[in-house]
């Protein structure tokens, strides 16, 4: 089984930017595909982007389209997740997920083999 700490969650502005990083270990990194998902205040969790073992295929939701780039260092056993021009709306507990493959990580079912604690991203207006 993979562990997985998020960190770089926090207080930022609208219009800001913030820069998630995932660190894993416990099993081969590059095994995994990765995801980033978030849960705001009384809604569901919701898979937010998604990465493939190699970083060649990317996945994005629309909420983050255009705006978040997720990236991952294999030689570091991280991914990353950047997201610009921030909205309150982007207010959330956001988790990194491992997954078997990219389909499974993507999937409407969360397929996901393995949750970070998650870390709280909170914009303020």
């Known amino acids: 089984q993979v562990q997985l700490v998020e960190s770089g969650g926090g207080l930022v502005q609208a219009g800001g930017s913030l820069r998630l990083a995932c660190a894993a270990s416990g099993r081969t990194f590059s095994d995994y595909a990765m995801g980033w998902f978030r849960q705001a205040p009384g809604k569901e969790r919701v898979i937010v982007a998604a990465?493939?073992?190699?970083?060649?295929?990317?996945y994005y939701a629309d909420s983050v389209k255009g705006r978040g780039t997720i990236s991952r260092d294999n030689a570091k056993n991280t991914v990353y997740l950047q997201v610009n021009s921030l909205k309150p709306e982007d207010t959330a507990v956001y988790y990194c997920?491992?997954?078997?493959?990219?389909?499974?990580?993507?999937?409407?079912?969360?397929?996901?083999?393995?949750w970070g604690q998650g870390t709280l991203v909170t914009v303020s207006s």
């Open positions: 990465i493939n073992w190699s970083g060649g295929t990317t």
């Open positions: 997920a491992a997954g078997r493959t990219f389909s499974r990580i993507t999937s409407t079912r969360q397929q996901v083999d393995a």
